[in-house]
Every structure is written in structure tokens, then in C-alpha cells.
């Protein structure tokens, strides 16, 4: 079926590039009409911190929305009248821009508290209409920007919170330094302007009709606003690596004698079911994110496989036909000192090194083994939690006005938590509510506890409580546990308060552990389908079983070395994050979606290689050897490709899209080397014949599943009809790598 396809749409390359232009055209239409907004939800679903989240948005709807903290230093005093007027003009100023509900001045009755002792730092809570990931870009710029342009030498003026750090995160194209740092790697792979502009053009199609229609995704689920960061990542680099694969295995082709157009159909046979089955994996672990019940990674997930999806559908349709526009003219365009024929691959350093690898398995495979798990070593020391304005540059006024908070009010002022109470009405509630609040301030790391302040519909109040550490100290965490098991049960004990403890930082602590509960049901889920396909694809019990054992092992390495830049030594400092940054929990579990299913792809061109060897010669030694020989060099082009995008990511602003692409490319940097070139092929060549090792009954149990493919002989092409036959017929083995 997609050789018969691929047939098709070389023999109707016209129509198909048409109809892909057409389809490219009504997305970006699509996308301009019906395009919906970004949305997310991180409270974890069930959660103390999400109850008292939806109380608020309930019965305090002022309240629902997020707070733009307008942080003010007068070195003279911001009480002093000129100052204080000056202020009070800024303040009414603001109260007049759109999406501001509410102003509590410092000059207030109710903001008594907002000046700092000293007076020199004060602070007004300005309310807004929405939470900030309902705010875009464009929005928050409009609300912070004027703000910020109202400070003079006498008074310095900051905004704080989530929506002025969107205000200034500045715009950079990393996709297109990727796109850029990718052309160059096919460049120098192929040493054509054809061959290297026909990935970028699979890539480009996929990615441009995935990023318009994830748009439309928007109406069915939350998408955050990062999700089209991750969905490009994964596409740009998925989408030039299949193609490279059959790009190179259709220039084998040609280098062999075969016309262009059996080339194309015995690449398509070959690396084509590979890129389907590859891509189908990569599908696989991305919709495992779905068990993790986390609100927002349905629309990460979806983004990605939307991606995923496309670029599949365009390798094996539009790709043949640009093969047949290219024809012989692929080589044109040749880039000088690079050779039009690539070595055969018995000449290669591949091929020695397969040799070597095949004289020494056991230090081969002791010494990557070794490798892997010193790298995965600093992975027990990271330290989860959400990052926060003071993990941002010091240059943005999301972190100026962090700093001038802590230094006027404390350490745990900017991560307030916020307690709603419920159980009673009127002065049957709040008598008990401020009892309650009294009994929380002799609580040790309590530095500030407010009056209960009553709901409108007077059922239900809130008390704001300031630790004395920071959001980030685990001293902050274990006063949230204390407090929910301890202080504030004892605390209601014979009362029939009911007492939420909310904020952003008992949120975090929520979704860390919600996602650390599910961890282990995603992760063996995915590892367990992937076995299970593998195993039907390769006939084995081993494969598939070392496979899924060496990915665990270079994610788990991924994750040291990200360990490591988030510390903020020279490797954080190299990719922009200066200190030490807690890990969204939510970092691993993606980063274990996105590269379980892209290492396969290296496991499976690498594996159905050697096993379309053995087929051949029935000898385990010579098909792990020549298949290495035949694949390392497209293997590491396609691994080049992945780690310029991915690395391209940290040039993002925001800090956790640098911690995955750090992550990520250090991931397939380790995958292509130490476990392609060392691992794999040690164990293999240790095991011998046990490599395809089935029970019988298994045999009988799984489907059959053919990957490896076989070359299309002229027998094969039915030149009346155009039909392709399915049959296999023996064809000589390929002498060029790739």
C-alpha cells in the first residue's frame, strides 16, 4: 500500500505538489478565521491548592484574575509629597487601562501594609480581569510597557508578576537559527543544493500547516502558549531527518544504476516504512502524556502529534514527488571538496569502527554503560518546583521588582499563600476565621497573617499568609505541609471550618507531586507499547527489550546533564540561566515523551538495517556490523540536525523551553553516540543468535510487521498500470551508506 502510494504520487508529482500548496493555502486561511486564543491550566485536577482556586474565582471573581504588582523605591521616601502625588497619578492612570478591575494603593486604608519599613520601597496591587496565560503577548505590553516609561531618576518604577514578565520577554527566532544551522548539516552531508533543499522542504510544508492548524486546536482543549514551541521543535527536527534517511536512500539508488523512479519506490519500501513505523512510535509516547491527567498536556501533546502527523504524510507523498521533479538533477548544484558519490561504505571510518566495536564488545559495552550512568548521576540532586520572577534576567523588571519586594518585605513575600475558609456565614464565619488567623501567626516560618477578609456573598473568606523563606526554599514546602497537617486542623478542631491552602506556591508543590504519583503509569505504558511493536516488528524478545533499556538510559543521562545547567555553573551560564532553577515537574515527563519516541526512530533505522542484513546472510556478527557501517553516517547527519534545532531552544527566553532543549540535545547527542555507536552494537554482537530469539507461540501470537522493506526490482513495476507489486525479490545489497 505505500509503495502503490508512493508510485502515485511520483507518477502525479504535479497534482501532489498542488494539492499540498492548496492544503498549505486553506490552513493558513483556516488559521486567520478561526484561530483560537491560548489557555492552560496547571493546578493539579483534585488538588487543595485547585479547590481554592475555583473558590476564588466563585465567590471572589476580583480576585480570580491574576495581580500586577506596581513596585515603587524613593531613596528619599515614597511618602513624601512629591513622591506621593506622583505615584497617585501613575495609579489613577493605570486604573483607566483596559483589563484593570481594581487598584489597592499603597496610600490606602486597605494598603497600610504595602510600604515597607523604611519607606523607601511601597508596592500597589493592581487587579486584573484574567489570569495571565489568557493575557497575549501584544496585551501585556500594552498594560505593562507605559507603566514601566513612568519612572524618573527620583522614582523608580517595576512592574511584577507573570503578565509583566510576558511584557518583556523579547521575540527570537531560534526556528529559523535551527532551520539555518540544519541547511548547512544537509549541505555538508550532501554536497547538493537539491538534496539539501529537499528535507527542508518536507520540513517547512509539515511544519507551516501544523503550526496554522494547532490554531484551531485551541477550540477544542487548553493549549499553553509554549505548546507551538515544543510542536516545531519536534517537527523541524523529525521532518528533516525522515526525509534525509530517504533522500539518502534514494540517492544509493542511483549511485547503484536504478533509474529514479525505482529508486524512489525502493527508498519509500525501505527507509519510508521505517520513517511510518518510527513516526508511529513517536505518536505513541507523545499521547502517553494523557495519562499523566495534567489539564495542559492534552493541548502539548495534540500540537506535537499534529506536527508529527503531517511531516509523516509529507515524507511519503510529497517527498516522491519531488523526487521525481529532481530525478538524476539532484547531485546539481554541487557544493565543491565534497564528493558527488559517497565512499563505499567498506571504506568507510564507520565501517572500521564497526569492526573495532566488533574485536572488543565487552570494554565496548562496559565503558558506555559507565559513560551513561556517571552522566545520569546529578539527576538525583535536581530539585523540582516552578521557577518564578527570580530566576529571570536581572535586566527585566519582572526580577527588578522581585528583588526590591524581598529586600523591602522579606524573602516570602512574593510567594504569598492565600487560605479560603468556608463553614458558616456572617459573623458565625469570620469570628472563627480571624481565631484561626491569629492561632497561624505563632506558627515558626510565619512571617504575616491577614485579617479574614469576607466574600461578597459573605460564605466564605480568605486570610493571605506570608512565609518567612522564599517560594523556591524547601523550607517554603514544608510549611505548606505543616500547615495542611498540622497547624490549620488543629488550629479548626471542633469548628466546622472547612480551610483550602491555595497560592502559587502550594499549586506547584500540587502538580509536583500529582505528576510524581503518575510518573510511573506513563513511563510504563509507553516503554511497554513500544516493546510490544518492536517485538512484532523484529521478531525478538531482546531487541525490543534492550532497546527500551538503553532509552531509559540516555534519557536518564539527558536528565544529569540538564541537572547540571539548571545549578547555574558555566553550563547554565552558557544557555542563559545564571542561577540555581528548580524543575518543573512536568520537564521530565515531556522530555521522557518526546525522546523515547525519537530515540526508536534511531533504534528502528539502525535495527531494521541490521536486521535487513541478516535476512541477507543470516550471520548475527556481519549484519550488526554492516548495518552500523551502512547507517552511521546518516544517523549522525540526522543527530547533527536534531541537536542544532533543539539547542537552538535555549536561545528562547523562557527558562523551561531552554531546560528541553538543553535537555533534548544532549539527549540525542548521547543517543547517536554512546548508545548507537557503542551500546547497541557491543550487546548485539555479545548476544549472537539470541538477538532473534522468539518462542514459537509468541510467533504465532504477534502480527508481522515489516519495516526493514526490500529494494524494488524492475519486476516489481508494473509499467502499464503502474501498479507496484508487494512482492519480495532479492536485490543486491546496497554498497553506499545510508
Known amino acids: 500500500m505505500l509503495v502503490r502510494l508512493a508510485d502515485w504520487c511520483y507518477r502525479k508529482r504535479r497534482l501532489?505538489?498542488?494539492?499540498?500548496?492548496?492544503?498549505?493555502?486553506?490552513?493558513?486561511?483556516?488559521?486567520?478565521?478561526?484561530?483560537?486564543?491560548?489557555?492552560?491550566?496547571?493546578?493539579?485536577?483534585?488538588?487543595?491548592?485547585?479547590?481554592?482556586?475555583?473558590?476564588?474565582?466563585?465567590?471572589?471573581?476580583?480576585?480570580?484574575?491574576?495581580?500586577?504588582?506596581?513596585?515603587?523605591?524613593?531613596?528619599?521616601?515614597?511618602?513624601?509629597?512629591?513622591?506621593?502625588?506622583?505615584?497617585?497619578?501613575?495609579?489613577?492612570?493605570?486604573?483607566?487601562?483596559?483589563?484593570?478591575?481594581?487598584?489597592?494603593?499603597?496610600?490606602?486604608?486597605?494598603?497600610?501594609?504595602?510600604?515597607?519599613?523604611?519607606?523607601?520601597?511601597?508596592?500597589?496591587?493592581?487587579?486584573?480581569?484574567?489570569?495571565?496565560?489568557?493575557?497575549?503577548?501584544?496585551?501585556?505590553?500594552?498594560?505593562?510597557?507605559?507603566?514601566?516609561?513612568?519612572?524618573?531618576?527620583?522614582?523608580?518604577?517595576?512592574?511584577?508578576?507573570?503578565?509583566?514578565?510576558?511584557?518583556?520577554?523579547?521575540?527570537?527566532?531560534?526556528?529559523?537559527?535551527?532551520?539555518?544551522?540544519?541547511?548547512?548539516?544537509?549541505?555538508?552531508?550532501?554536497?547538493?543544493?537539491?538534496?539539501?533543499?529537499?528535507?527542508?522542504?518536507?520540513?517547512?510544508?509539515?511544519?507551516?500547516?501544523?503550526?496554522?492548524?494547532?490554531?484551531?486546536?485551541?477550540?477544542?482543549?487548553?493549549?499553553?502558549?509554549?505548546?507551538?514551541?515544543?510542536?516545531?521543535?519536534?517537527?523541524?527536527?523529525?521532518?528533516?531527518?525522515?526525509?534525509?534517511?530517504?533522500?539518502?536512500?534514494?540517492?544509493g539508488g542511483l549511485a547503484e544504476g536504478a533509474d529514479p523512479r525505482r529508486a524512489t519506490l525502493t527508498a519509500i519500501a525501505t527507509a519510508g516504512r521505517a520513517v511510518v513505523f518510527a513516526g508511529t512510535v513517536v505518536v505513541i509516547s507523545l499521547l502517553g502524556m494523557l495519562l499523566m491527567n495534567q489539564p495542559f498536556t492534552a493541548g502539548v501533546a495534540f500540537s506535537a502529534v499534529i506536527a508529527v502527523l503531517i511531516i509523516m504524510a509529507a515524507s511519503v507523498t510529497l517527498l516522491p514527488a519531488a523526487l521525481g521533479f529532481a530525478g538524476h538533477r539532484i547531485e546539481a548544484l554541487h557544493v565543491p571538496f565534497i564528493a558527488k558519490v559517497p565512499k563505499a561504505y567498506d571504506k568507510s571510518v564507520f565501517y572500521r569502527w564497526s569492526r573495532f566495536i566488533q574485536r572488543r564488545p565487552w570494554p565496548a559495552a562496559i565503558g558506555g554503560l559507565v559513560v551513561l550512568l556517571v552522566l545520569s548521576a546529578p539527576f538525583l540532586t535536581i530539585r523540582y518546583g516552578f521557577p518564578d520572577s527570580g530566576n529571570d534576567s536581572k535586566t527585566v523588571t519582572s526580577r527588578k521588582s522581585y528583588d526590591l519586594l524581598a529586600q523591602g518585605f522579606g524573602k516570602g513575600f512574593n510567594g504569598p499563600m492565600l487560605l479560603t475558609v468556608q463553614g458558616g456565614s456572617g459573623p458565625g464565619l469570620l469570628e472563627p476565621a480571624n481565631a484561626l488567623a491569629a492561632k497561624l501567626r505563632g506558627v515558626p516560618g510565619v512571617a504575616f497573617v491577614s485579617p479574614a477578609q469576607p466574600a461578597p456573598s459573605g460564605d466564605t473568606a480568605i486570610i493571605s499568609l506570608v512565609p518567612t523563606t522564599s517560594p523556591q526554599d524547601k523550607a517554603t514546602e514544608d510549611l505548606v505541609d505543616t500547615l495542611r497537617t498540622k497547624s490549620v486542623p488543629a488550629a479548626i478542631a471542633g469548628t466546622s471550618l472547612k480551610v483550602n491552602v491555595g497560592?502559587?506556591?502550594?499549586?506547584?508543590?500540587?502538580?509536583?507531586?500529582?505528576?510524581?504519583?503518575?510518573?510511573?503509569?506513563?513511563?510504563?505504558?509507553?516503554?511497554?507499547?513500544?516493546?510490544?511493536?518492536?517485538?512484532?516488528?523484529?521478531?525478538?524478545?531482546?531487541?525490543?527489550?534492550?532497546?527500551?533499556?538503553?532509552?531509559?538510559?540516555?534519557?536518564?543521562?539527558?536528565?544529569?546533564?540538564?541537572?547540571?545547567?539548571?545549578?547555574?555553573?558555566?553550563?547554565?551560564?552558557?544557555?542563559?540561566?545564571?542561577?540555581?532553577?528548580?524543575?518543573?515537574?512536568?520537564?521530565?515527563?515531556?522530555?521522557?515523551?518526546?525522546?523515547?519516541?525519537?530515540?526508536?526512530?534511531?533504534?528502528?533505522?539502525?535495527?531494521?538495517?541490521?536486521?535487513?542484513?541478516?535476512?541477507?546472510?543470516?550471520?548475527?556478527?556481519?549484519?550488526?556490523?554492516?548495518?552500523?557501517?551502512?547507517?552511521?553516517?546518516?544517523?549522525?547527519?540526522?543527530?547533527?540536525?536534531?541537536?542544532?534545532?533543539?539547542?537552538?531552544?535555549?536561545?528562547?527566553?523562557?527558562?523551561?523551553?531552554?531546560?528541553?532543549?538543553?535537555?533534548?540535545?544532549?539527549?540525542?547527542?548521547?543517543?547517536?553516540?554512546?548508545?548507537?555507536?557503542?551500546?547497541?552494537?557491543?550487546?548485539m554482537e555479545l548476544l549472537g543468535d539470541r538477538n532473534w530469539w522468539l518462542p514459537g507461540w509468541l510467533d504465532r501470537l504477534l502480527p508481522n510487521i515489516h519495516v526493514e522493506g526490500h529494494e524494488i526490482s524492475l519486476e516489481d513495476i508494473d509499467l502499464q498500470d503502474s501498479h507496484v507489486g508487494t512482492r519480495a525479490v532479492a536485490g543486491r545489497p546496497a554498497q553506499t551508506e545510508g
Open 16 to 251: 501532489v505538489v498542488v494539492l499540498w500548496i492548496a492544503a498549505l493555502v486553506a490552513s493558513f486561511g483556516l488559521s486567520s478565521a478561526f484561530g483560537g486564543a491560548f489557555r492552560a491550566d496547571y493546578m493539579a485536577p483534585g488538588s487543595e491548592s485547585k479547590a481554592a482556586l475555583d473558590l476564588l474565582k466563585d465567590k471572589f471573581p476580583q480576585k480570580a484574575g491574576d495581580t500586577l504588582q506596581v513596585v515603587f523605591k524613593a531613596d528619599g521616601g515614597v511618602a513624601s509629597a512629591p513622591v506621593k502625588a506622583r505615584i497617585d497619578a501613575i495609579l489613577a492612570d493605570i486604573a483607566k487601562s483596559k483589563h484593570v478591575v481594581g487598584i489597592t494603593s499603597p496610600f490606602s486604608p486597605e494598603g497600610v501594609r504595602q510600604i515597607a519599613p523604611g519607606g523607601a520601597v511601597a508596592y500597589a496591587d493592581v487587579d486584573l480581569d484574567r489570569i495571565n496565560t489568557d493575557f497575549t503577548p501584544a496585551e501585556a505590553k500594552a498594560l505593562v510597557l507605559p507603566i514601566l516609561k513612568k519612572g524618573n531618576t527620583s522614582l523608580q518604577v517595576e512592574a511584577g508578576g507573570a503578565v509583566a514578565g510576558m511584557a518583556q520577554a523579547p521575540k527570537i527566532g531560534s526556528e529559523g537559527i535551527g532551520f539555518i544551522a540544519a541547511a548547512l548539516i544537509l549541505l555538508i552531508t550532501f554536497g547538493s543544493v537539491v538534496a539539501m533543499g529537499l528535507p527542508m522542504m518536507t520540513a517547512l510544508f509539515g511544519i507551516g500547516m501544523a503550526v496554522a492548524l494547532g490554531t484551531l486546536l485551541r477550540h477544542v482543549v487548553p493549549v499553553p502558549d509554549w505548546a507551538p514551541n515544543v510542536a516545531q521543535m519536534i517537527g523541524i527536527g523529525v521532518g528533516i531527518d525522515y526525509a534525509l534517511f530517504i533522500v539518502t536512500r534514494y540517492r
Open 503 to 683: 497560592g502559587i506556591v502550594p499549586g506547584g508543590i500540587d502538580s509536583t507531586r500529582a505528576v510524581s504519583r503518575r510518573l510511573p503509569v506513563f513511563i510504563g505504558a509507553v516503554v511497554l507499547l513500544s516493546f510490544l511493536l518492536l517485538m512484532a516488528v523484529f521478531r525478538s524478545v531482546l531487541v525490543p527489550l534492550k532497546a527500551a533499556i538503553m532509552n531509559l538510559l540516555s534519557i536518564s543521562a539527558a536528565l544529569g546533564i540538564m541537572a547540571l545547567a539548571v545549578n547555574g555553573g558555566p553550563l547554565g551560564d552558557l544557555i542563559g540561566i545564571h542561577e540555581k532553577t528548580p524543575v518543573p515537574s512536568f520537564i521530565p515527563m515531556m522530555m521522557f515523551a518526546i525522546l523515547f519516541g525519537l530515540s526508536m526512530d534511531y533504534e528502528v533505522f539502525l535495527l531494521s538495517r541490521i536486521r535487513e542484513e541478516y535476512d541477507k546472510t543470516h550471520d548475527n556478527g556481519l549484519a550488526v556490523a554492516d548495518g552500523l557501517a551502512k547507517t552511521a553516517r546518516v544517523i549522525t547527519a540526522a543527530a547533527a540536525i536534531m541537536i542544532t534545532v533543539f539547542l537552538a531552544f535555549v536561545l528562547i527566553p523562557m527558562v523551561f523551553l531552554k531546560m528541553m532543549g538543553i535537555g533534548l540535545a544532549a539527549a540525542i547527542f548521547v543517543d547517536a553516540t554512546v548508545v548507537r555507536m557503542v551500546l547497541v552494537p557491543a550487546t
